[in-house]
């Protein structure tokens, strides 16, 4: 009786409402007159007593009715509240009666929402979270631009020019990366640092937090040896010692002293551990020498693009008076700081990020298929609901509290994935986003997944309630007759959607999957297996046991003989520019006699520097000439060897041994034209996937004084060599890390990027064969489940058991077929957005194409075989008798 | 349950409508009728600050109301006490006893000295 009442209340509004409460305060006064009548008062006193007792009506009315109105609020919540508790109540009893669909959509929303929001935990990190430093979205990288349009390090002479561009840029900081040892307080280790200028720090926005910056006197040529180190490396190496500034530690031998320790989030470059002051150490006499990165800061109300227009022009203003070459700037980049951070791998996250939602699609369209089915089983039930007066609205309402039951369960589940996923993903982005160091689960990610399970729980919900709900009773006395036509085709159009996703994703898994077995079949141009590597910094300098280059050539020398004269050795060399290992400089050469000599277009070709028994030991093949000698040194005939790549580039068909080679500014030392002596086959230097380039190689005994390594070719285990190259090492020069590997690893390594990108995408492929499998299977046994009748009738006259069974794999033949077809042409639009993971490979290869419609129709085959061969199981006499 | 100095009025108010409805339901003009006769006239109230009262204890859900028809026949509003407002009157109760034993403690030991 209260419900109704408060019901009837709600339903007519706010004017009764008035009205009661003008009824209730009426009745009182009246009776009120009444009593005081009856004690014998006249009407008209009696009406003015009761009124002054009474107090002021309308006040009270206005009080009560400011009461009343803040009830109702709170009323009305509760009853929502109510409402979708109920629901909730009523959607789990249904779900948990039909506990299959319940757990399959769960699981499938799981598998979908959890491979997307892993994803999303990187594209969170790397496009999402702030910087550490203050106004992050202000912060340039500035590149000079090459006449061919590629991106240069910015030359001395011209970073000190720009650095007086303070209309654009109020703070500009250069920088440039270096790596120093550390032989104190632990075993000696590779520490990686940076010169930075002194307004480096502010245009990062950040202090020390102890000690200071760089003065004004420590930053200028020729200021004291100081060192700035980060508070990673201060907990790690001194124990976070508060006194350590002020103090003198030592790098690279040489004393240095420490004047402030900067906080984690100062991490630029990344992993730099120190910092050093820049300005010691600029020349400020080249526009060619491309030796520093530069960062700034915009001026309030210029944009990168006016910056770019404006150093540009200032740039070109400034190399006026260079000799044009390869090297001269021809203007300037300007980069938003996130964008160069983010780099390539914009692309490669977007890609996956949009993989990982054609999975999450597929999920979505499973589910709705699922529930379409479970839709028409339940037409008996919609048709009660309706027939009692249910509106369409609370039939959709009910399918969509269902699914979102299973969804929001999903997700939840998907979020614990993510986070399992995301473990596994950490050592790739470490890889390859070095400035992201943690995936978290933040509020942000949490939301995204639950948006996903919302978004698929009312999108799988809405079409098979609209449906359900728009039939007529009849359908309840029909039913298994016409009913689920319409419903059918709508199945199989899911159906083919899938398959055509699934389609999608397994050629693209496919296609970066061949194109990273292809990266891996590639030759080097040089053999790795055997080979042990590592560093060979031998330093000149005060206190080193090596002061002078020609102690250094000296000591390469004994170092060499030793390892050639330890067992199983096969062969050993030193050389500057170990392929995948070193760095590998590279400049404007000369060759006699031919413009690139007298000012005309240059010579571009790698450096490289060898021990004469260098291509031996890499069984890298000598094609004409011959290799360096022992007789090659210092005072004899100055020589080179090039590359194949060399000659076809720059010779022809001349013969090489009619020119001579010069290579000048490399280095400090004079630069004689070196005869070619001999010619070696390509091989692939910086990483498998660039072809080969031009090279021209010295001996090391007559170009003296670069950073070198060691390999080493030998019959022995792999580990065995190592451990006694360092004992070598330890006895050359104790203070210097010791950093071998197996050179099979680091080719190994080199792949890991493309490596993780297949492995990922292959798992996503491999999810959306699983869910599209299940989709059919589940659609296939639906459909054996309706037509129970009529398989037992068939059986019962004497069909074999093959027909029955062909009979259930054709009725998913057709929607199969047809999804092949959409995914093979979603493939080839879709492709490619991949063209840039590709190695020798085209996006509409037709083997990859025609691999993952194989594999994708297989799978299917054997999913709508699974559940078709079931039928013939079905016992004719039961399924007669059945309804 | 802390007393609460200003709303001391509201509060007792309140107190003596619960205590009233707790003999059974009744309408407005009932209540302020009954409070009247069980204090023998001695809190003299306007009667029209009943309503206020009334409207936030139903809102609280202590009391609950119903359209009925009174002996003569006119339509009125009958409040009830609820579960709800029967837990609180018996707290309110408890507390009203013990703050009336501890002032005319005082009362006494004030007069013990003179």
């Given at each position: 009786m209260r419900l109704r009442g408060r019901l009837f209340r709600l339903a007519t509004g706010r004017a009764t409402h008035a009205s009661d409460l003008a009824d209730e305060l009426t009745l009182h006064l009246d009776l009120l007159i009444e009593e005081l009548i009856g004690e014998g008062m006249d009407p008209v006193g009696a009406r003015r007593e009761a009124e002054r007792r009474f107090g002021d009506r309308y006040r009270i009315a206005k009080t009560v009715q400011v009461i009343d109105a803040r009830a109702r609020g709170a009323t009305r919540r509760t009853e929502h509240m109510q409402r979708l508790l109920q629901d909730i109540r009523i959607a789990a009893r249904s779900l948990i009666r039909q506990p299959g669909f319940a757990l399959g959509g769960v699981l499938i929303v799981a598998l979908g929402i959890g491979a997307s929001?892993?994803?999303?935990?990187?594209?969170?990190?790397?496009?999402?979270?702030?910087?550490?430093?203050?106004?992050?979205?202000?912060?340039?990288?500035?590149?000079?631009?090459?006449?061919k349009g590629t991106r240069m390090s910015v030359a001395d002479l011209n970073v000190t020019d720009w650095s007086t561009e303070t209309r654009l840029f109020p703070r500009l900081g250069y920088f440039s990366g270096t790596q120093v040892i550390l032989s104190e307080t632990g075993d000696p280790e590779y520490l990686r640092g940076a010169y930075v200028s002194r307004p480096f720090a502010d245009v990062l926005g950040l202090k020390p937090m102890t000690g200071r910056w760089f003065s004004e006197d420590e930053a200028r040529k020729g200021g004291p040896p100081v060192v700035t180190i980060g508070e990673g490396l201060w907990r790690r190496r001194f124990g976070a010692d508060p006194s350590l500034v002020g103090k003198i530690i030592h790098l690279d031998g040489e004393p240095v002293t420490v004047v402030g320790i900067m906080p984690r989030t100062f991490n630029f470059p990344s992993d730099a551990d120190l910092?050093?002051?820049a300005e010691q150490r600029i020349r400020g006499t080249s526009r060619t020498a491309h030796n520093w990165r530069v960062v700034a800061r915009l001026a309030p109300g210029i944009s990168a693009e006016t910056a770019q227009r404006d150093l540009s022009a200032a740039t070109r203003r400034l190399v006026a008076d260079e000799k044009p070459d390869d090297f001269v700037a021809t203007g300037a980049l300007v980069i938003p700081f996130r964008d160069q951070l983010l780099g390539d791998s914009r692309k490669v996250l977007l890609l996956l990020q949009g993989a990982v939602l054609l999975v999450l699609l597929i999920a979505a369209v499973n589910l709705t298929n699922l529930t379409l089915a479970r839709a028409v089983r339940r037409q008996g039930e919609v048709g009660v609901c309706l027939a009692l007066g249910a509106r369409r609205g609370d039939i959709i309402r009910r399918f969509a509290a269902e699914n979102l039951l299973v969804t929001l369960t999903g997700g939840a589940a998907g979020l614990l994935l993510a986070g399992v996923l995301r473990g596994l993903m950490g050592s790739w982005i470490a890889r390859m986003l070095p400035f992201v160091k943690d995936l978290p689960l933040d509020p942000r990610v949490a939301g995204f997944a639950?948006?996903?399970?919302?978004?698929?729980?009312?999108?799988?919900?809405?079409?098979?309630?609209?449906?359900?709900?728009?039939?007529?009773?009849?359908?309840?006395?029909?039913?298994?007759?016409?009913?689920?036509?319409s419903s059918r085709r709508l199945i199989d159009l899911l159906m083919s959607a899938e398959v055509a996703l699934a389609v999608i994703l397994v050629s693209g898994a496919g296609l970066v999957g061949r194109s990273l077995l292809r990266l891996s079949g590639v030759d080097p141009g040089f053999a790795v297996a055997g080979r042990a590597v590592m560093d060979l910094p031998l330093r000149t300098g005060a206190g080193s046991p090596t002061p002078t280059e020609e102690s250094v050539a000296l000591a390469y020398d004994r170092l060499l003989a030793e390892v050639r004269a330890r067992p199983g050795t096969i062969a050993a060399a030193i050389t500057s520019a170990l392929p995948l290992w070193s760095d590998n400089p590279n400049g404007s050469a000369q060759v006699e006699g031919t413009p690139s000599a007298n000012g005309g277009p240059p010579t571009v070709a790698d450096f490289r520097i060898v021990s004469p028994d260098y291509f031996r030991t890499l069984e890298i093949p000598l094609r004409k000439g011959r290799e360096f000698q022992e007789s090659d040194v210092v005072g004899a005939p100055y020589v080179a060897v090039v590359n194949e790549a060399f000659v076809r580039k720059y010779l022809g068909a001349d013969d090489p041994f009619g020119h001579r080679v010069r290579f000048p500014g490399m280095d400090s030392g004079n630069d004689p034209w070196a005869a070619i002596v001999g010619v070696v086959g390509d091989n692939r230097q910086d990483a498998l996937v660039n072809q080969p380039e031009p090279a021209i190689y010295y001996t090391y005994r007559?170009?003296?004084?670069?950073?070198h390594a060691l390999v080493v070719h030998s019959s022995l285990p792999i580990e065995s060599v190592l451990a006694d190259l360092k004992t070598r090492l330890a006895a050359v020069d104790k203070s210097l890390p010791f950093t071998g590997r197996a050179w099979s690893d680091v080719v190994h390594d080199s792949l890991a990027l493309p490596r993780i990108r297949s492995v990922l995408l292959g798992v996503f492929a491999a999810i959306a064969l699983l869910l599209s499998a299940a989709g059919i299977t589940a659609v296939v046994a639906f459909a054996v489940a309706q037509r129970t009748r009529e398989i037992g009738l068939r059986i019962a006259i004497g069909a074999p058991a093959t027909a029955i069974t062909m009979n259930g794999v054709v009725r998913a033949a057709r929607p199969v077929l047809a999804g092949l077809v959409v995914g093979v042409a979603g493939a080839l639009a879709l492709g490619r957005l991949a063209g840039s993971l590709l190695f020798e490979l085209k996006p509409g290869d037709p083997v990859t194409l025609l691999g993952a419609v194989g594999v994708t129709l297989t799978v299917a085959l054997v999913a709508a075989y699974v559940p078709a061969r079931r039928a013939t199981r079905i016992d004719p006499l039961i399924a007669l008798r059945a309804e | 349950m802390p007393p609460q100095p200003v709303d001391l009025l509201q509060g007792t108010l309140e107190f003596l409508v619960l205590k009233t409805l707790s003999w059974g339901a009744m309408h407005g003009f009932a209540i302020a009728r009954w409070i009247r006769k069980a204090t023998d006239n001695a809190l003299e109230?306007?009667?029209?600050?009943?309503?206020?009262?009334?409207?936030?204890?139903?809102?609280?859900?202590?009391?609950?109301?119903?359209?009925?028809?009174?002996?003569?026949?006119?339509?009125?509003?009958?409040?009830q006490i609820s579960r709800l407002g029967k837990e609180q009157l018996r707290r309110e109760e408890s507390s009203w006893t013990r703050y009336v034993s501890a002032v005319s403690k005082i009362m006494v030991a004030a007069r013990g000295q003179t």
């Open positions: 929001t892993a994803m999303f935990t990187v594209l969170n990190a790397a496009f999402l979270r702030p910087f550490a430093y203050p106004d992050a979205d202000r912060m340039v990288y500035l590149w000079e631009m090459s006449n910092w050093r002051p639950m948006a996903l399970a919302v978004l698929v729980g009312l999108a799988s919900s809405l079409a098979p309630a609209w449906r359900a709900s728009g039939g007529l009773l009849t359908f309840t006395v029909t039913r298994g007759g016409t009913s689920g036509r007559q170009r003296l004084g670069w950073g | 109230i306007e009667e029209g600050a009943l309503y206020p009262a009334l409207h936030r204890m139903e809102r609280k859900g202590w009391i609950e109301s119903d359209w009925g028809v009174t002996e003569n026949n006119r339509r009125a509003k009958y409040y």
